[in-house]
């Protein structure tokens, strides 16, 4: 999506708009069009990608945004992208976003923090479905907490299609709910063909969590969209100091430690404000805090954000705080750093490799370590010595660009799709080799069951029988220039939003 | 003018779309489903006789045979009467309106007209439907409130749930109707 259209879309991320699938009809005729436009350009492996994960829109999130902005740019290079998720509420059945974008809310039933339920067997007619109707080729799973994403990767390699998967977060090796995660990552991710990881410090994680090969593993970070993160150093107020502190107020995020450095820095120097995005259970800590110092001039709690509000909140600021004890690649620190604030974060997970040391001040995750870093950016900040926001913001906005991760992404699916899919013995091996003997043998039950399920299914409703989908993006999209034209040239209106709950 | 095309259901049953041409502003659809099998009914009604069977040889207790007899019966009046639809029509008069007929098997005819003021438009749409993901026809019905929002959707064919190719046609000569009028 190019910086144009970006600018134009009045925020795209936290309400995606919805629109009318296009009219079978108009698109049924064969794609000359369309065909004479491939052939003109040279000859590049166009993929039919399904990415599927327990969380997207409606649900707000770093996973939810990486898969839109990820599925948009793909959409732009000319791959054909369709999303699988789970019904939110009301909001079920199949949905078009912006540059025909497809989504199907499927009716699954969620179980935990948004999470479905896992059989491994039980979301298989869905998902073939899906996969069949939409002529996938790849099928791309996000976040090792969506259940839904490891069922597909399962329910894929049943039925020979070749999987990628994106690793989001970090985890513990220690307590009793990190081991199962990662032995249930382990039988995920054997057999798949190729993972990508956000930053070197969560390839690493992933790798050990769930003994893979390190080839196979790919780094390719997130990115922020610089368009929506502009500095506009108009909004500050020069006469104070404010720090800002965006983030969800939970313990993963350091919030004991913020609690712990807000008096100390409060009582040293008179001219400084905080101002704290988020919600969460920790809020109480800051409260208190506030409350036994008496700082509710001086602490602003905003409560939770919207994401277009986030910049808003940003640009008030002078200094950005991060303090994550744990952090797989830091989004919220690129885009302070995107509004041109001074950046103060943890030394933690992948936050290291973020951002050059110039931009960023890293301490160690204690408070008197914080304190320090903060002490020494405070003093920067007096003297005038800090480049001005601008110059960092040109800095920071060709380091994460959505184009460049589907660049990176594009020649992952080339590697994975050269790569054979393992037949049901081979896999059935794999699978006892590398997991273990119970989890191993508990698993290729499974897979075999699996197996027998789809050749039932087969039987039952034959893939010749599922009507293919009239594309809406990838190369004979109906929704491509010449539709878009077409549309425009007829005055006859689309029906927008029309109802499409089902089922 | 009529023309009849064979086309396939959803499972891939065979149904005949038969298309009848009026006037260039008169439309007529209907689609066939089979009639109910001769076999279908064997097998339905030889598995509960002889569960009957079955359960009377244990219990010794003939109410079971004559209700068994009973259920057959009435449960195959209810089928052909309100499950099986023989025929569904749906009858297209550019200046007037839409009207949707449905025959049972047993004969009975349920119909309900739309007006034209009241159709925003006839699209193709997709849905969940049981265990897959299908497209139907569906009117679009107008929001009496808001000229550009949708009151509710009015699927089409909703027994006989033909494929793709089949909906394609009869949206098209839809479509070329509607234009008409507009």
């Known amino acids: 999506m190019g910086q144009k259209k970006r600018s134009g879309r009045v925020h795209p991320p936290t309400c995606p708009s919805e629109t009318q699938p296009p009219a079978a009809a108009r698109t049924l005729d064969p794609p000359n069009s369309s065909k004479a436009r491939g052939f003109g350009r040279e000859e590049r492996a166009r993929h039919r990608i399904c990415m599927v994960s327990d969380f997207f829109y409606p649900n707000m999130g770093g996973v939810e945004s990486h898969i839109y902005q990820l599925s948009q740019c793909l959409i732009e290079k000319g791959h054909k992208v369709v999303i699988a998720t789970h019904a939110y509420g009301n909001r079920r059945g199949i949905r078009y ?51 839904m994403a490891h069922d597909a990767l399962f329910h894929a390699k049943t039925m020979g299609l070749n999987t990628v998967f994106t690793d989001h977060s970090l985890f513990g090796f220690a307590d009793l709910s990190s081991v199962l995660t990662n032995k249930l990552l382990t039988v995920s991710l054997c057999d798949t063909n190729h993972i990508v990881c956000v930053s070197y410090t969560s390839k690493e994680n992933t790798v050990l969590r769930a003994a893979l090969n390190p080839d196979i593993v790919s780094v390719i970070p997130n990115a922020v969209d610089p368009t929506d993160f502009t500095p506009d150093p108009s909004r500050r107020d020069n006469s104070k100091i404010t720090i800002v502190v965006v983030s969800r107020l939970v313990y993963r995020k350091g919030i004991d430690l913020l609690g712990g450095i807000i008096p100390e820095l409060c009582t040293k120097h008179h001219d400084l404000y905080f101002l704290i995005g988020g919600e969460g259970p920790k809020r109480i800590v800051l409260e208190e805090v506030r409350e036994k110092y008496q700082l509710h001039d001086r602490v602003r709690l905003l409560g939770a954000l919207d994401h277009k509000d986030v910049r ?66 405070i003093a920067r900040q007096r003297s005038g010595k800090v480049p001005p926001p601008a110059d960092i913001h040109s800095k920071v906005r060709t380091l994460y660009t959505w184009r460049n991760v589907a660049e990176r992404t594009e020649k992952v699916y080339d590697l994975a799709c050269r790569q054979p899919v393992l037949p049901l013995p081979a896999r059935l091996q794999r699978l006892q080799s590398h997991c273990g003997a119970f989890a191993g043998f508990i698993f290729s039950f499974l897979a075999v069951i699996d197996f027998l399920f789809l050749f039932f299914l087969q039987w039952l409703h034959p893939d010749h029988l599922i009507d293919v989908a009239v594309d809406a993006s990838g190369p004979h999209s109906c929704w491509g220039p010449s539709f878009k034209k077409k549309a425009k040239d007829s005055n006859r209106a689309w029906p927008p939003g029309a109802d499409t709950r089902h089922c | 003018m009529a023309e009849k095309n064979e086309f396939t259901d959803i499972n891939g049953k065979a149904i005949l779309l038969d298309c009848q041409n009026y006037s260039s502003f008169c439309r007529e659809f209907t689609v066939s489903s089979p009639k109910v099998s001769l076999c279908k009914v064997i097998v339905c009604t030889c598995s509960v006789w002889l569960f009957a069977y079955a359960v009377f040889f244990v219990t010794e207790n003939t109410a079971v045979l004559s209700s068994a007899i009973i259920i ?31 025959s049972y098997a047993s004969g009975r005819e349920s119909t309900t007209f739309i007006e034209m003021s009241r159709i925003k438009d006839i699209v193709i749409n997709e849905a969940v439907y049981m265990q897959s993901i299908i497209y139907y026809l569906c009117i679009l019905i107008k929001d009496s409130g808001d000229p550009n929002g949708i009151a509710s959707v009015v699927p089409l064919f909703q027994s006989s749930k033909p494929r793709l190719n089949c909906l394609v046609q009869v949206y098209k000569s839809c479509q070329a109707i509607i234009a008409q009028t507009r």
């Open chain 1, 97 to 147: 976003l912006t540059n025909g974008l497809k989504v199907y809310y499927l009716p699954l039933q969620v179980m935990y923090n948004q999470s479905t339920t896992t059989t491994c067997i039980h979301s298989l007619p869905l998902l073939r479905c899906v996969f069949v109707r939409e002529r996938v080729t790849v099928v791309h799973a996000h976040s090792s907490f969506s259940a």
């Open chain 1, 312 to 377: 808003d909140v940003l640009v008030q600021g002078h200094i950005f705080l991060n303090t994550s004890l744990t952090e797989a690649f830091c989004m919220a620190i690129v885009e302070g750093a995107s509004c041109g604030l001074q950046v103060v974060s943890t030394r933690v997970g992948g936050i290291p490799e973020v951002l050059p040391d110039e931009l960023v001040t890293l301490c160690e995750p204690t408070v008197s370590s914080l304190c320090a870093g903060l002490e020494t950016v």
């Open chain 2, 72 to 102: 057959t019966l009435v449960g195959m009046m209810m089928h052909i009467h309100l499950v099986k639809v023989e025929h569904e029509t749906l009858l297209i008069i550019g200046s007037l309106g839409v009207q949707l007929s449905t």
